[in-house]
């Protein structure tokens, strides 16, 4: 195991690259970006709008994949007040809200006047894929992300709406099995945020193919028929979190600071993925298994955005990444039906014990791994 120099992310992220001078994929990603000429990027956004804007009439002429958070407001922006473009936001329900995420979904539809179609999933197949995906896989919201990336598209093709606009394309950014940079979208499946795992593992007497029609990607035939044209917005303007969260923040959209209905444990920023209680419980398995989550993620970022040092992002790490919010995991484990101590059973099972180590009752990173950390660079025995 190995730590980038530059930021605070580890070669344990599955498909990390490191070059030469130990400094992971997504550092140069970001210097890459930097270098980008916008002005073209953004003629070519245009001529792309051009192209669809009213090609169903008065019907809608674009597609949104959207959840509400400050992406969303940026991405709705961008392609109604700054391309003049007609779209339909599609978004699939969460399983709990907060009352934070209500209040800006609303918000987003009112604020800019746009229609919203929401595919609330089958409650009972969810708990039990989310079962099955907690113990088989260490990764509990497989089916609920799969439908995430699946039901837009599928939308897309039964309404005639070719062009589907996502946020960033997180394989470039942030590492991935996809990282050639490309404004096409069509790869987005195989981003690795939902394992290739195939539909036979998860079905049984009790959930068959008919009960899982959302997570089902449109076929190639299909596809074609309408010319399907998902693109990432990421590719054609400059993509930061942050400023996206500002941004939103001027036209109503408010994070868990503004209105203090919860400070998350384990987090760096309480301004991102607000808007479900207990999703994120997936993202915190990233630390059992690979040695870090989302503050590592967070800091990184930063990072490279000169909006915190190498060293703050050490001590930030080695603070809060471990740490599982209760009330998150409670709320996880309420939708499921799911005893807290079988959990942690299944927590012990993922865990990489070249890596970390219990202390105190809870998993952190073994002290040379946290020397690593420290330095930058290879973890010593």
Same mark, same amino acid.
């Given at each position: 195991?190995?730590?980038?120099?530059?930021?605070?992310?580890?070669?344990?992220?599955?498909?990390?690259?490191?070059?030469?001078?130990?400094?992971?994929?997504?550092?140069?990603?970001?210097?890459?970006?930097?270098?980008?000429?916008?002005?073209?990027?953004?003629?070519?956004?245009?001529?792309?709008?051009?192209?669809?804007?009213?090609?169903?009439?008065?019907?809608?002429?674009?597609?949104?994949?959207?959840?509400?958070?400050?992406?969303?407001?940026?991405?709705?922006?961008?392609?109604?007040?700054?391309?003049?473009?007609?779209?339909?936001?599609?978004?699939?329900?969460?399983?709990?809200?907060?009352?934070?995420?209500?209040?800006?979904?609303?918000?987003?539809?009112?604020?800019?006047?746009?229609?919203?179609?929401?595919?609330?999933?089958?409650?009972?197949?969810?708990?039990?894929?989310?079962?099955?995906?907690?113990?088989?896989?260490?990764?509990?919201?497989?089916?609920?992300?799969?439908?995430?990336?699946?039901?837009?598209?599928?939308?897309?093709?039964?309404?005639?709406?070719?062009?589907?606009?996502?946020?960033?394309?997180?394989?470039?950014?942030?590492?991935?099995?996809?990282?050639?940079?490309?404004?096409?979208?069509?790869?987005?499946?195989?981003?690795?945020?939902?394992?290739?795992?195939?539909?036979?593992? %998860?079905?049984? #007497?009790?959930?068959? +193919?008919? *009960?899982?029609?959302?997570?089902?990607?449109?076929? &190639? !035939?299909?596809?074609? @028929?309408?010319?399907?044209?998902?693109?990432?917005?990421?590719?054609?303007?400059?993509?930061?979190?942050?400023?996206?969260?500002?941004?939103?923040?001027?036209?109503?959209?408010?994070?868990?600071?503004?209105?203090?209905?919860?400070?998350?444990?384990?987090?760096?920023?309480?301004?991102?993925?607000?808007?479900?209680?207990?999703?994120?419980?997936?993202?915190?398995?990233?630390?059992?298994?690979?040695?870090?989550?989302?503050?590592?993620?967070?800091?990184?970022?930063?990072?490279?955005?000169?909006?915190?040092?190498?060293?703050?992002?050490?001590?930030?790490?080695?603070?809060?990444? %471990?740490?599982? #919010?209760?009330?998150? +995991?409670? *709320?996880?484990?309420?939708?499921?039906?799911?005893? &807290? !101590?079988?959990?942690? @059973?299944?927590?012990?099972?993922?865990?990489?014990?070249?890596?970390?180590?219990?202390?105190?009752?809870?998993?952190?990173?073994?002290?040379?791994?946290?020397?690593?950390?420290?330095?930058?660079?290879?973890?010593?025995?």
């Amino acid at each position: 195991m190995r730590y980038c120099t530059k930021c605070v992310m580890p070669d344990t992220r599955p498909y990390m690259k490191f070059d030469e001078h130990d400094i992971c994929y997504p550092c140069r990603a970001a210097e890459h970006v930097k270098k980008t000429d916008w002005k073209t990027r953004w003629k070519e956004l245009e001529e792309l709008a051009d192209k669809y804007r009213g090609m169903n009439g008065d019907y809608y002429d674009c597609m949104i994949t959207a959840s509400g958070g400050k992406d969303s407001y940026y991405q709705t922006h961008i392609m109604k007040e700054k391309l003049d473009m007609n779209p339909l936001i599609v978004s699939v329900d969460n399983f709990t809200w907060t009352q934070t995420g209500h209040h800006n979904w609303d918000n987003l539809r009112t604020e800019f006047g746009v229609d919203a179609h929401v595919m609330s999933l089958n409650p009972k197949v969810c708990k039990n894929l989310f079962r099955k995906a907690l113990e088989r896989l260490g990764s509990p919201t497989w089916y609920f992300d799969k439908a995430i990336y699946a039901y837009p598209l599928q939308m897309a093709v039964k309404l005639n709406l070719p062009l589907v606009i996502y946020g960033e394309d997180t394989n470039f950014l942030y590492g991935g099995p996809n990282t050639e940079e490309t404004p096409s979208a069509m790869k987005q499946i195989t981003n690795d945020v939902v394992k290739p795992v195939p539909w036979d593992v %998860w079905l049984d #007497d009790t959930v068959t +193919m008919k *009960d899982v029609n959302p997570g089902n990607f449109p076929t &190639e !035939a299909e596809i074609k @028929k309408v010319k399907l044209t998902p693109i990432f917005l990421s590719y054609f303007v400059p993509w930061n979190g942050y400023k996206n969260m500002q941004f939103a923040r001027t036209r109503g959209f408010k994070t868990l600071d503004d209105t203090g209905e919860w400070k998350r444990e384990g987090f760096l920023e309480q301004y991102d993925q607000i808007d479900s209680l207990g999703y994120l419980t997936h993202t915190w398995f990233k630390f059992p298994k690979f040695g870090h989550q989302r503050v590592t993620e967070v800091a990184s970022l930063y990072i490279r955005d000169g909006m915190m040092t190498r060293s703050e992002a050490v001590e930030k790490v080695l603070a809060e990444d %471990w740490k599982l #919010d209760r009330r998150m +995991m409670t *709320d996880f484990l309420n939708f499921i039906s799911y005893k &807290e !101590a079988d959990f942690w @059973k299944v927590v012990d099972k993922f865990a990489n014990r070249d890596i970390i180590e219990k202390r105190d009752g809870h998993w952190r990173l073994k002290k040379n791994v946290e020397a690593a950390l420290r330095t930058g660079g290879a973890v010593t025995p």
